[in-house]
């Protein structure tokens, strides 16, 4: 099972993985990239892991595809869907991504994920998510 194949099957549940199951997927000097901030190390990138995997009940990946991509440093591009339900809410918050990774010797060196943290997080806020629906609906005409 390559790389790929093993971060596709840990995406597809990440509230099933432990913390260790991180050492399979990532180098101990990744380098993790998010819209919120960027983690250092695997160490860094277990603790940001355990304080998803408290809150969330569900975090489900729908991975679409894996691509590989010509480039100096990012050697694929993954188009997914997650599907998060956290603990103290009802609702399921649904988004489109992608994310960049850098492969090297069968292990994710780099790691970065696009997507629209509005939608994510601001939207799901009361009365700010009201504000952030608002100026979206404005900026679409």
Request: hydrophobic residues 40%.
């Given at each position: 099972m390559t790389v790929l194949d093993r971060f596709s099957t840990m995406y597809a549940d990440i509230c099933q993985i432990t913390l260790d199951d991180l050492a399979d997927i990532y180098a101990s000097n990744v380098t993790f990239v998010d819209p919120i901030t960027t983690h250092h190390g695997l160490d860094d990138v277990q603790?940001?892991?355990?304080?998803?995997?408290?809150?969330?009940?569900?975090c489900q990946f729908d991975i679409s595809m894996i691509a590989p991509v010509s480039s100096n440093s990012i050697t694929h591009?993954?188009?997914?869907?997650?599907?998060?339900?956290?603990?103290?809410?009802?609702?399921?918050?649904?988004?489109?991504?992608?994310t960049q990774l850098t492969v090297k010797d069968d292990i994710i060196v780099y790691h970065k994920d696009y997507y629209?943290?509005?939608?994510?997080?601001?939207?799901h806020i009361p009365l700010l998510g009201f504000f952030v629906k608002k100026i979206k609906k404005r900026l679409a005409k």
């Open positions: 603790k940001y892991f355990a304080n998803l995997l408290e809150q969330a009940e569900r591009i993954v188009n997914w869907t997650m599907n998060l339900k956290l603990k103290q809410s009802d609702k399921l918050i649904t988004v489109d991504g992608n629209d943290l509005g939608e994510m997080v601001y939207e």
